[in-house]
């Protein structure tokens, strides 16, 4: 199966701040990469599905990039409700399989 | 809307068994593939396997020979079975949507809350 490698494990930020966030797959999976936003005790929410769609109702400051092996979600200016950890997803593959998550949390 | 309903507490070696309600859309909409996705604790996410609303169904390879997942249409849910559960099954279980979208595989857009599950004798 295919693994998802998300760096860094933890990304220390204040509000107002650009957040970049990296996926990396063992083999290729096309742009069939998805984001999920995960807040404490709530369940995981699509972000951007293939790589650089938004989902319905996300917010334009978030934003993918990358193909291949190689994928980023971007934040352009952090707000207090973006603070969770983000996991990525391939569907390029069998089975689908997400990454280990990086945490975005309060500088 | 997605929810899960089952036991919070099972014993090792007993069987799991899970419902999802759907609401506010037809479980027989040919675009969705209903999935159940969990979350050990403090770790990430894992997927279980899906069902089509015709009863196809298909599994994560390392969980096949466990589980086993049903649809009733009439009710608007499905089900999933986990058989010889363990201490390592201890886990958040969530019900999901998954969208094919022009690929063969899925990206979840609608996920149930969870619900909690703990083995322990």
């Known amino acids: 199966e295919i693994v998802l490698t998300q760096s860094p494990a933890t990304l220390s930020l204040s509000p107002g701040e650009r957040a970049t966030l990296s996926c990396r797959a063992s083999?290729?999976?096309?742009?069939?990469l998805a984001w999920y936003q995960q807040k404490p005790g709530q369940a995981p929410r699509l972000v951007i599905y293939?790589?650089?769609k938004r989902a319905t109702g996300i917010s334009a400051r978030f934003s993918g990039s990358g193909s291949g092996t190689d994928f980023t979600l971007t934040i352009s200016s952090l707000e207090p409700e973006d603070f969770a950890v983000y996991y990525c997803?391939?569907?390029?593959?069998?089975?689908?399989?997400f990454g280990q998550g990086t945490k975005v949390e309060f500088k | 809307q997605l929810q899960e309903s089952g036991p919070g507490l099972v014993k090792p070696s007993q069987t799991l068994s899970l419902s999802c309600s759907v609401s506010?859309?037809?479980?027989?909409?040919?675009?969705?593939?209903w999935t159940w996705i969990r979350q050990h604790p403090g770790k990430g996410l894992e997927w279980i396997g899906y069902?089509?609303?015709?009863?196809?169904?298909d599994y994560n390879p390392s969980l096949q020979s466990l589980v086993s997942m049903s649809i009733d249409t009439s009710k608007n849910q499905f089900s999933l079975k986990f058989n010889s559960m363990t201490v390592a099954d201890t886990a958040v279980y969530y019900c999901?949507?998954?969208?094919?979208?022009?690929?063969?595989?899925?990206?979840?857009?609608?996920w149930g809350r969870g619900t909690p599950v703990a083995v322990s004798s």
């Open positions: 293939d790589a650089s």
């Open positions: 083999q290729s999976v096309s742009n069939y």
């Open positions: 506010g859309d037809s479980i027989k909409h040919g675009a969705y593939y």
């Open positions: 069902i089509y609303y015709s009863g196809d169904a």
């Open positions: 997803q391939q569907r390029g593959d069998w089975p689908p399989t």
């Open positions: 999901a949507r998954g969208r094919a979208a022009g690929a063969t595989y899925w990206y979840f857009d609608l």
